[in-house]
């Protein structure tokens, strides 16, 4: 099917200034990974994020794979997950050898809450990740000081939220780790990946070049001739004792020059859509059975414009927007319990039936930032009128 107005795979648009910083770096970098883009991107988004330690990754994903080894998971350790997230957020844990508990989410929020991660604590659990999904900001004070008490482990999951504000503070800053991607669907991408991993523990983030870059590393002491006896040398990172297999994650020189770049303009962007977000949902407002979570302050950058569709009408409503309007409306977030992956696993039960209820019956409107404002009319004026027709239907 031809969509009038699809559900993009890209979220915004590069400007002139920015395809510049991408020719001067395909141009002059030397090498075209690990070098001094990479240096400058890391740079910029420590003092952007708020964090001590930042590295980038060739994309979000590996960022929780390290994440995910520097746990340490130890046989029946624990991690709590939210079932309605991308499948990302999960698996790496599963493949750390780490047993996946389901958290329900807010009904409200569509994130995780202190109180719904308490109540899947046991004696084994060793850590939980927190996904700002949406682009909206868990309340991660709370989550942090229940951390505390059972001692436990914290990973952000801010591929969706960068840039959001949490009590004065920027999401992924809070945790022991924090994740970060630049995929193309994200609020700033690097060409279609990128990742970044923040990391709280110095001691930690001490090895995480390592890990990143297959183990490379400086040969001990002083040497007379450079390649003697080779050129670099590759080694096992250890933390307190214990070695940890290196990875290669690593992101090249054109991405980092470009994210650096993209970083000067996140924020206007976040606002840009937030407040297009806004007039979006008081545009609808007369139609409560779009239901969207409405946040006028920086805890929300509006990645994504979710509603859920009351009556059971959701499917009735994306058909209606796709065939008689031509607007690409999808469903995202299939409760991870479902699929066959994690059943195969034997993580397919979960107690979440706020997940559940949700996803059955929740829409994403098209919303990106290069979406134009004439464009974002219509689908405004679109899922009125299909509102009313379904009114009108019973």
């Not at 395809?19 to 988004?45: D, H, S």
Request: proline share 5%.
């Amino acid at each position: 099917m031809t969509f009038k107005i699809p559900f993009s795979g890209r979220a915004h648009a590069f400007t002139e200034e920015e395809i510049a910083v991408m020719v001067e770096a395909a141009r002059e970098a030397v090498p075209l990974t690990q070098g001094r883009y990479l240096q400058a991107f890391e740079t910029a988004f420590r003092g952007y994020a708020g964090v001590e330690h930042a590295f980038a990754l060739c994309n979000a994903t590996a960022a929780l794979e390290i994440a995910a080894q520097l746990c340490r998971f130890q046989p029946g350790d624990e991690v709590i997950i939210p079932s309605h997230t991308f499948t990302a957020s999960a698996y790496p844990f599963a493949k750390k050898g780490a047993k996946l508990v389901w958290s329900d989410i807010d009904p409200a929020t569509r994130v995780v809450t202190a109180e719904g991660i308490a109540a899947c604590i046991t004696p084994r659990t060793k850590a939980i990740v927190v996904v700002h999904l949406y682009g909206f900001g868990a309340d991660m004070p709370a989550i942090m000081a229940l951390a505390e008490v059972h001692g436990l482990l914290v990973i952000e999951d801010t591929a969706q939220a960068l840039g959001v504000e949490i009590d004065g503070r920027r999401a992924g800053s809070f945790g022991h780790f924090g994740v970060f991607s630049f995929h193309s669907h994200k609020n700033i991408t690097t060409l279609g990946e990128g990742g970044m991993l923040a990391v709280r523990d110095p001691a930690v983030a001490a090895i995480v070049p390592m890990l990143r870059h297959n183990g490379h590393c400086a040969f001990p002491g002083e040497r007379d001739d450079y390649w003697v006896p080779a050129m670099g040398n590759v080694d096992l990172p250890e933390l307190d004792g214990e070695p940890l297999m290196p990875n290669n994650y690593c992101l090249g020189e054109v991405e980092c020059a470009v994210g650096a770049k993209l970083l000067e303009r996140s924020d206007a962007m976040n606002a840009e859509k937030r407040d297009r977000a806004l007039r979006v949902i008081d545009a609808l407002a007369g139609y409560p059975e779009l239901a969207f979570h409405r946040v006028d302050d920086a805890r929300h950058n509006y990645h994504l414009l979710v509603a859920r569709v009351g009556n059971g009408w959701r499917d009735r409503f994306i058909r209606t927007m796709a065939r008689e309007h031509g607007i690409q409306c999808v469903v995202q977030y299939y409760p991870l319990n479902r699929y066959p992956l994690y059943r195969k696993l034997g993580f397919g039960e979960a107690a979440c039936p706020h997940a559940d209820d949700f996803f059955d019956n929740m829409v994403s409107l098209p919303f990106h930032h290069a979406l134009a404002d004439d464009q974002l009319a219509v689908v405004v004026e679109a899922a009125g009128r299909t509102i009313e027709a379904l009114r009108a239907e019973g």
